[in-house]
T-cell receptor
């Protein structure tokens, strides 16, 4: 596809369940970012990959959050033992180069933890 | 630390009129980039305009232009001839050095027919 694709678009999880969110970046994009956007707020940085290397995970809120990009393309954000405060939209973005390149965002996954 | 502040949670404008969204920022970097993103209800963040800090000339993109005041650390967005399709959340964002993009809290813009 031409843009960044994220799935699922909506996810409802019961508290304590594990979830996996998928991001398919634009083909050939080196950099991939995950952001968390709470209701009515701006996106907050979670983690950054350059190819398959996770260069920055300083934004991950707890050790329940884990991200991977094993082949330098598709990325998965996993949240273990979900809590209500994890409810948010999770945005994925990719760019052709590093930090200063414009980011291309997907439509996000809205996670609701009940 | 880098911060971005948007002091207008909500704004409205009549169709065909002009509106200005405010943004201030703070960074210790000399070389940085500023962005405005639009987020419609579909949730996808769309790049509106980009400004390199080392360029004195204000960026323009069709009906969208910025007023970049480097000394004041201000980066406002002007939308001319507002259209109904401009209704969205607008986020100001900053990227400096080897750090990820930092966003403000956003301004909800409503264009009224």
């Amino acid at each position: 596809g031409a843009g960044v694709s994220q799935s699922p678009r909506y996810k409802v999880a019961k508290r304590g369940q594990d979830v996996a969110l998928r991001c398919d970046p634009i083909s050939g994009h080196v950099s991939l970012f995950w952001y968390q956007q709470a209701l009515g707020q701006g996106p907050e940085f979670l983690t950054y990959f350059q190819n398959e290397a996770q260069l920055d995970k300083s934004g991950l809120p707890s050790d329940r959050f884990f991200a991977e990009r094993p082949e330098g393309s598709v990325s998965t954000l996993k949240i273990q033992r979900t809590q209500q405060e994890d409810s948010a939209v999770y945005l994925c973005a990719s760019s052709a180069q590093a930090y200063n390149s414009p980011l291309h965002f997907g439509n996000g996954t809205r996670l609701t933890v009940t | 630390a880098q911060t971005v502040t948007q002091s207008q949670p909500e704004m409205s404008v009549q169709e065909a009129e002009t509106v200005t969204l405010s943004c201030t920022y703070d960074t210790s970097e000399n070389n940085y980039y500023l962005f405005w993103y639009k987020q419609p209800p579909s949730r996808q963040m769309i790049l509106v305009i980009r400004q390199e800090a080392y360029k004195q000339q204000n960026a323009t993109e069709n009906r969208f232009s910025v007023n970049f005041q480097k000394a004041a650390k201000s980066f406002s967005l002007k939308i001319s001839d507002s259209q109904l399709g401009d209704t969205a959340m607008y986020f100001c964002a900053l990227c400096g050095g080897n750090t990820p993009l930092v966003f403000g809290k956003g301004t909800r813009l409503s264009v009224i027919a």
